[in-house]
Protein backbone atom coordinates (compact mmCIF):
# COMPACT_ATOMS: atom_id res chain seq x y z
CA UNK A 1 0.00 0.00 0.00
CA UNK A 2 1.23 3.46 -1.09
CA UNK A 3 2.62 5.14 2.20
CA UNK A 4 4.36 8.92 2.02
CA UNK A 5 5.84 9.99 5.50
CA UNK A 6 7.04 13.72 6.36
CA UNK A 7 9.46 15.04 8.36
CA UNK A 8 11.19 18.24 8.88
CA UNK A 9 9.02 20.42 11.11
CA UNK A 10 9.61 21.86 14.03
CA UNK A 11 9.46 25.41 16.00
CA UNK A 12 11.54 28.05 14.09
CA UNK A 13 11.33 31.88 13.92
CA UNK A 14 10.02 34.17 12.07
CA UNK A 15 12.20 34.76 8.94
CA UNK A 16 13.91 31.29 8.90
CA UNK A 17 14.40 28.87 6.41
CA UNK A 18 12.75 25.34 6.92
CA UNK A 19 13.09 22.43 4.53
CA UNK A 20 10.24 19.57 4.65
CA UNK A 21 10.52 16.21 3.20
CA UNK A 22 8.33 13.71 2.89
CA UNK A 23 9.78 9.93 1.66
CA UNK A 24 7.92 7.43 -0.16
CA UNK A 25 6.64 3.94 -0.21
CA UNK A 26 5.47 1.35 -2.14
CA UNK A 27 4.65 3.14 -5.33
CA UNK A 28 6.35 4.24 -8.66
CA UNK A 29 7.45 7.30 -7.12
CA UNK A 30 8.91 8.79 -10.31
CA UNK A 31 5.71 8.14 -12.48
CA UNK A 32 3.24 9.98 -9.60
CA UNK A 33 2.32 14.02 -9.50
CA UNK A 34 3.04 14.85 -5.95
CA UNK A 35 2.02 17.86 -3.38
CA UNK A 36 1.89 19.55 -0.01
CA UNK A 37 -1.01 20.65 1.70
CA UNK A 38 -1.06 23.08 5.09
CA UNK A 39 -3.54 22.98 7.63
CA UNK A 40 -4.21 25.43 10.15
CA UNK A 41 -5.14 24.83 13.34
CA UNK A 42 -9.27 24.73 13.01
CA UNK A 43 -9.22 25.23 9.82
CA UNK A 44 -9.23 23.10 6.15
CA UNK A 45 -6.27 21.42 4.99
CA UNK A 46 -5.28 23.84 1.36
CA UNK A 47 -2.64 23.09 -1.32
CA UNK A 48 0.11 24.80 -1.41
CA UNK A 49 2.12 23.65 -4.21
CA UNK A 50 2.28 20.66 -6.86
CA UNK A 51 4.57 19.33 -9.08
CA UNK A 52 4.39 17.09 -11.85
CA UNK A 53 6.29 13.66 -12.98
CA UNK A 54 8.41 16.29 -14.88
CA UNK A 55 9.51 18.04 -12.42
CA UNK A 56 7.22 21.21 -13.17
CA UNK A 57 5.77 23.17 -10.54
CA UNK A 58 2.53 25.06 -9.52
CA UNK A 59 1.77 27.08 -6.12
CA UNK A 60 -0.79 28.53 -4.46
CA UNK A 61 -0.87 32.53 -5.04
CA UNK A 62 -0.38 32.70 -1.74
CA UNK A 63 2.99 31.55 -0.72
CA UNK A 64 3.96 32.17 -4.67
CA UNK A 65 7.95 33.58 -4.31
CA UNK A 66 8.49 31.70 -0.92
CA UNK A 67 7.89 28.24 -1.09
CA UNK A 68 9.99 25.93 -3.32
CA UNK A 69 8.45 22.48 -4.24
CA UNK A 70 11.01 20.01 -5.37
CA UNK A 71 11.78 16.01 -6.00
CA UNK A 72 14.61 13.64 -5.90
CA UNK A 73 13.39 10.47 -7.70
CA UNK A 74 16.54 8.31 -7.05
CA UNK A 75 15.67 8.45 -3.61
CA UNK A 76 11.45 8.80 -3.82
CA UNK A 77 12.03 12.44 -1.96
CA UNK A 78 9.64 15.05 -2.20
CA UNK A 79 10.81 18.29 -0.28
CA UNK A 80 8.92 21.93 0.31
CA UNK A 81 11.62 24.32 1.33
CA UNK A 82 10.09 27.38 2.98
CA UNK A 83 11.73 30.84 2.35
CA UNK A 84 11.40 33.79 5.36
CA UNK A 85 8.72 31.58 7.17
CA UNK A 86 5.52 33.43 8.71
CA UNK A 87 3.51 33.02 11.74
CA UNK A 88 0.92 32.09 9.31
CA UNK A 89 2.84 29.09 8.11
CA UNK A 90 2.42 27.62 11.34
CA UNK A 91 0.51 24.27 11.15
CA UNK A 92 0.49 20.74 10.04
CA UNK A 93 1.85 20.07 6.33
CA UNK A 94 0.94 16.87 4.81
CA UNK A 95 2.99 15.30 1.92
CA UNK A 96 -0.26 13.74 -0.75
CA UNK A 97 0.41 11.94 -3.74
CA UNK A 98 -2.06 13.26 -6.36
CA UNK A 99 -3.10 11.48 -10.13
CA UNK A 100 -3.15 15.41 -11.79
CA UNK A 101 -2.09 18.17 -10.82
CA UNK A 102 -4.47 19.86 -8.54
CA UNK A 103 -6.62 17.14 -8.37
CA UNK A 104 -8.03 15.91 -5.18
CA UNK A 105 -5.41 13.56 -3.23
CA UNK A 106 -5.26 9.72 -3.82
CA UNK A 107 -2.68 9.31 -0.74
CA UNK A 108 -2.32 11.42 2.23
CA UNK A 109 0.97 11.39 4.52
CA UNK A 110 0.46 11.76 8.47
CA UNK A 111 1.85 15.16 8.14
CA UNK A 112 4.41 17.25 10.17
CA UNK A 113 4.19 20.33 12.34
CA UNK A 114 5.48 23.21 11.75
CA UNK A 115 5.26 25.97 14.68
CA UNK A 116 6.77 29.62 13.87
CA UNK A 117 7.21 31.88 16.43
CA UNK A 118 7.98 35.87 15.94
Known amino acids: QARLVESGGGLVQAGDFLSLSCVAF????????LGWYHQSTGKERDAVAWINANGNAEYADSVKGRFKISRNNSNNTLFLHIDNIKPEDTGTYFC????????????WGQGTQVTVSL
Open 26 to 33: CFTFRQWN
Open 96 to 107: VRIAHMQAPPTT
